[in-house]
């Protein structure tokens, strides 16, 4: 019985630290945007009343609207290139048996462990080598590059989870391989194909490391607009971005995992 | 199927960190050209150069404080949320990940909000009457950690959790059973079989911590060493690639090797499992 009670109230601790744990995960954020509404010039404490004014000027900055729109067609360029190369990489490692699958693999997640910043460095030099600078080019190749495991990882596991029955059922019913792909296997795993691609979003959306090593110095993504500015001083207009940025990032995976359960339940 | 993404990772991943490896061997010349050459000048330079020996010693050193403070404050929240069985425990983890969606440089400026002069803390310790003048938190080596911490606790929690939610919970009531304490049953039975997860977290930690360029350079003073700071500066302010690339592969061999070690005990598949997740 004692035990038990020792248990309990070891229990009971765990979950006061892990609230502390969750609190300090979430007060840097919820300070961000307590700020953003600051009245203050100086973005910092102490709060003099609530204002909107930082979002007025915030919207009204045509260098950050700029940043957004480098960074949104960036995030979608290269997720889409990450998740052609990824989805076709994927099918090949769960579907298909070959000698050499491990190196494969290691291969694909490398990105994940390599550091950025000698990512970033390797790229730049290579392809000054080809001839080929600084530019948002160098930034979309980049990208695809750091998105790629991600979109492999989140397809791969829908695949190895996905029984192969259904291929199997079909080619024995007459339908060829690209038939059997386009009607079964694309239909199956196209909410993971949707997930992998929004994940490859967040990534490219998010890098900064590597795009301070690839961007030509005057095209700005979000991120190194923020670090820009960061450089001079915290504005509260920065608040203001920060509360914008948090919106949009959370709401991304969560209109995406909402997506992907709709999508898998109707089947 | 496979050779669309295998020919762009050799031509973009592989071939660049050759050709890096490559390229620290170059001369360069009086003019400021960089000429193919073999020879040890740039890895001769730097090695003889204490700046660097101490940024890299610098900068293992707070990673490592860094994955033993993520490994305290994560292992003990994974155990809660692998063992509590009231509740919505996919609400919890998802609540967890919310931050970690967060744009990295946002969760990153806001530490100069929270640690500053008039930061959240000094504002609440100095309206409470614990202090009269603000404490000195920000732009120095504890803020660089409590950054890196920030960032790089979810990975750890996620990977302990895997690998405790993977334990059978029958081995943990056997050993109650057969007379251990709760503590005994979690020394002899829990903690070993959560290491892999455990070592995948610090690996984990050890590494992004190490390679990072903007915590150190956002939340550091003028005396914090970090270096891929260090390989900034060479590559993109000084453009004197040749030391660039012999920094570069610096960093990487000694992060390989530490993986290589870890992967002779552990697999560095339980590392890309947790991501999977």
């Known amino acids: 019985m004692s035990a038990a009670l020792e248990s309990r109230t070891a229990l009971w601790l765990l979950g006061l630290f892990s609230i502390g744990v969750y609190i300090f995960q979430f007060a840097p954020i919820a300070v961000v945007m307590l700020l953003s509404f600051n009245a203050s010039r100086s973005g910092a404490f102490p709060m003099e009343g609530v204002s909107l ?62 550091p950025e910043v000698v990512l970033g460095v390797a790229l730049l030099m290579f392809l000054k080598l080809i001839g080929v600078y600084r530019s948002f080019g160098m930034l979309l190749l980049g990208h695809t590059v750091l998105a790629l495991p991600f979109v492999v990882l989140v397809v791969q596991a829908r695949l190895v989870g996905l029984r192969q029955n259904f291929e ?6 007459g339908a060829n391989r690209l038939q059997t792909f386009r009607e079964v296997t694309l239909p199956l795993i196209s909410p993971a194909i949707l997930g992998g691609f929004l994940f490859a979003v967040a990534i490219s959306f998010d ?61 | 199927m496979l050779s669309p993404a295998l020919i762009s990772l050799a031509l973009f991943l592989v071939a660049p960190i050759i050709f890096v490896i490559i390229y620290s061997f170059w ?138 939610d993977g334990i059978d919970r029958n081995l943990e009531a056997s050993a109650r059973t057969l007379g251990c304490s709760p503590w005994q049953t979690f020394r002899e039975v ?21 390679g990072s360029y903007v915590t150190p350079r956002l939340l550091g003073g003028p005396d914090t060493l970090f270096f891929p700071d260090l390989i900034y500066e060479a590559m993109i302010s000084q453009l004197d690639w040749p030391t660039g690339s012999v920094l570069s592969v610096i960093l990487l061999l000694s992060l390989g090797l530490l993986v290589a070690v870890y992967n002779r005990f552990m697999s560095v598949s339980d590392i890309y499992r947790s991501f999977a997740r």
């Open chain 1, 53 to 114: 004014q930082w979002y007025d000027k915030l919207f009204a900055n045509d260098s950050i609207l700029e940043a957004f729109q480098t960074s949104i067609l960036l995030a979608l360029g290269c997720s889409l290139m990450a998740t052609i190369l990824g989805v076709m990489a994927a099918i090949a490692l769960v579907r298909y048996q070959f000698k050499s699958k491990n190196a494969v693999s290691t291969l694909i997640s490398m990105p994940l462990l390599i």
């Open chain 2, 27 to 164: 001369l360069r010349t009086a003019e400021g050209l960089d000429v193919p050459a073999f020879q040890f000048g740039n890895w001769i330079a730097v090695a003889t150069d204490y700046y660097y020996w101490l940024g890299l010693y610098s900068t293992f050193q707070m990673s490592l404080i860094t994955t033993i403070a993520c490994a305290v404050i994560g292992y003990p929240t994974a155990y809660f949320l692998a063992r509590i069985r009231f509740g919505n425990k996919a609400l919890l983890l998802f609540l967890l990940f919310l931050p970690f969606w967060v744009s990295y440089i946002i969760r990153t400026m806001a530490w100069i909000s929270v640690l500053g002069k008039t930061g959240a803390v000094n504002t609440v310790l100095i309206w409470l009457g614990l202090i009269d003048e603000p404490l000195k938190m920000l732009y120095n080596d504890f803020s660089v950690v409590m950054g890196l911490v920030y960032f790089l606790v979810p990975y750890m929690i996620i990977n302990v959790y895997v690998s405790l």
């Open chain 2, 190 to 210: 829990t903690l070993p079989l959560s290491l892999p997860g455990l070592g995948a977290g610090c690996m984990l930690c050890f590494v992004l911590a190490a």
């Open chain 1, 168 to 173: 199997e059922a079909a080619l024995s019913l």
């Open chain 1, 207 to 267: 890098n900064i490391t590597a795009t301070l090593f690839w961007k030509k110095p005057g095209i700005e993504t979000v991120p190194t607009k923020i670090f820009a500015m960061l450089r001079t001083s915290i504005s509260p207009e920065i608040n203001a971005l920060g509360t914008v940025m948090i919106i949009l990032t959370i709401l991304l995976p969560l209109i995406g995992g909402y997506v992907v359960r709709r999508f898998s339940r109707g089947r």
